[in-house]
């Protein structure tokens, strides 16, 4: 497929000069990729072009060559996963394929003639890209060459501890495969043994992200401490899929503990964490103070100085949340 049939390159052009949409060259090969920027995120910013700018590469003649998965919201972040519309698509497409969603970071997987890689989000050469197509090349020394369905886009969830800490402590380092994108038509193939995500993952020697037998009402009241959530997907023949981030209440609470963790450089009591959870850090006082520094910064250490000043410094938890949360990486 043309970028020029998946969207308004136009458009396009004019998201990434507004700062909407981050566009990233590849160092040796005549590949792009696009994403939606941080800015696009804090000022919800979601439309035809930010949604579908999630890791989208392209060659320099305008083909789609890996289209990972479009963007997608948790319960209740976006008018798209209000209750009437979770309810339609039960009742219009049947119950949707529910799997385990990995504390990780999105990996793509891209091939262009002989040379392929894994890309994250936004880059071909970030920590999380580097290190998952070491693990990969590697898992191809020991288990030998990879077999993926052609005109597919294989998207993984990338476990690296070392290079990022995650809130859910995972026992082992590696590639998830998540399951696979039709670059044409934006459909995922199914999850089955016979010729679905589980097969492909059986046949290269890689762990899938495991499907639940649940419904998505009892999805949704759902809560562990030992994995994310869940991520529902309502398969629509000829279409992208409809998906929903369903996230545990223990892992949203865990998420901000692990953050303020890395802030104070250590343990809180519950005490204290009740105080954090009642403090004067508002959602909206945080976004405005990343939205500042993101056109003034560009690095870790820029972010965390400013976040820190006097003035900033009591929201400065919810800002490092707010700076890493979903896109950051």
Not at 49 to 75: H, S
Not at 252 to 265: E, M, Q, S, T, V
Not at 280 to 294: C, D, G, M, P, R
Request: proline share 5%; glycine share 6%; net charge negative.
């Amino acid at each position: 497929m043309k970028l020029s049939e998946y969207l308004d390159e136009a458009k396009l052009a004019e998201h990434v000069n507004r700062g909407l949409v981050t566009v990233r060259h590849h160092n040796t090969l005549p590949l792009s990729i696009y994403s939606y920027s941080r800015k696009a995120m804090y000022s919800n910013h979601w439309d035809d072009i930010t949604t579908k700018t999630r890791g989208l590469i392209v060659d320099k003649e305008g083909n789609i060559v890996a289209r990972p998965y479009e963007k997608f919201f948790a319960v209740g972040q976006h008018p798209s996963t209000d209750p009437l519309t979770i309810r339609d698509m039960d009742a219009n497409f049947g119950p949707p394929v529910i799997t385990e969603k990995i504390n990780g970071c999105l990996g793509i997987f891209w091939k262009y003639g002989v040379h392929w890689g894994v890309a994250t989000k936004g880059s071909f050469r970030s920590p999380h890209a580097e290190w998952a197509t070491k693990w990969l090349e590697d898992h191809i020394e020991h288990n030998g060459r990879l077999i993926f369905p052609e005109g597919y886009t294989p998207v993984f969830e990338i476990i690296c501890q070392d290079v990022q800490p995650h809130v859910i402590k995972y026992p082992k380092d590696r590639l998830v495969l998540l399951g696979f994108v039709n670059n044409q038509s934006g459909e995922e193939l199914e999850y089955g043994w016979d010729d679905g995500v589980a097969a492909y993952a059986y046949r290269n020697h890689l762990f899938a992200t495991p499907k639940v037998t649940i419904d998505v009402q009892d999805a949704m009241q759902s809560d562990s401490d030992k994995f994310e959530g869940y991520v529902a997907t309502y398969n629509i023949p000829g279409q992208v899929p409809y998906k929903l981030k369903i996230k545990f209440p223990t892992f949203i609470k865990n998420r901000r503990k692990f953050y303020a963790d890395r802030l104070a450089g250590r343990e809180l009591t519950e005490e204290e964490l009740e105080e954090l959870a009642q403090a004067k850090i508002t959602q909206s006082k945080a976004k405005t103070i990343v939205t500042e520094a993101l056109v003034k910064f560009t690095t870790r250490k820029e972010f965390a100085e400013y976040f820190n000043l006097p003035e900033n410094k009591e929201y400065a938890s919810e800002c490092f949340r707010l700076l890493d949360y979903d896109g950051g990486k």
